[in-house]
T-cell receptor, first 112, second 114 residues
């Protein structure tokens, strides 16, 4: 069964600090992994997409890593801002059956 | 904005009401999706349309009825809903069906069934 597990469930950090969100996935056959940012009451917005051949991908202050051997991904946020407060969702895509498997998300709150 | 527009943004309806959610995409995509997002749960795929044809119904109760008149518009007709159907309903589109290409989400409709 395809699964995506994220940790922590929630996180509070001070503005300007860095943080790392974790994602463990069991998606087979694996095709790509995505990270989405979802502001409260809004739809998810894509941050990165990585295939199995990519180890890291950046989008501004967001850097995602992928370890296809251990089936782990992380999202690192640098110099956090108040606007980074959101839910971050990890999503695995399997080419077999064209399925997206969503994690439950990490709720990040950035405080002054 | 993502190019996918959903209306209304908020909806409160009684269990005996009939209402419809609307989704429109201006991206020229061929595939459109309905998702349900409940608190503390992952997004749940409900329906998939590809070139206006329904290609997936993920065991959704018949009180949810989708309609796709063309590749740019998608509706979700609601009738005799239950309180547990209260959730954020998200529409998405992608160039091709599945997840190989980027999916763009609308802002969602926050549905409350009373």
């Amino acid at each position: 069964k395809n699964q995506v597990e994220q940790s922590p469930q929630s996180l509070i950090i001070l503005e300007g600090k860095n943080c790392t969100l974790q994602c463990n996935y069991t998606v087979s056959p694996f095709s790509n992994l995505r990270w989405y940012k979802q502001d409260t009451g809004r739809g998810p917005v894509s941050l990165t997409i990585m295939t199995f051949s990519e180890n890291t991908k950046s989008n501004g202050r967001y850097t995602a890593t992928l370890d296809a051997d251990t089936k782990q991904s992380s999202l690192h946020i640098t110099a956090s801002q108040l606007s980074d407060s959101a839910s971050y969702i990890c999503v695995g895509f399997t080419g077999g059956g064209n399925k997206l498997t969503f994690g439950t998300g990490t709720q990040l709150k950035v405080e002054l | 904005e993502t190019g996918v527009t959903q209306t209304p943004r908020h909806l409160v309806m009684g269990m005996t009401n009939k209402k419809s959610l609307k989704c429109e995409q201006h991206l020229g995509h061929n595939a459109m999706y309905w998702y349900k997002q409940s608190a503390k749960k992952p997004l749940e795929l409900m329906f998939v349309y590809n070139f206006k044809e329904q290609t997936e119904n993920n065991s959704v109760p018949s009180r949810f009825s989708p309609e796709c008149p063309n590749s740019s518009h998608l509706f979700l007709h609601l009738h005799t809903l239950q309180p547990e159907d209260s959730a954020l309903y998200l529409c998405a589109s992608s160039q091709d069906e599945g997840g190989a290409t980027e999916a763009f989400f609308g802002q969602g409709t926050r549905l409350t069934v009373v």
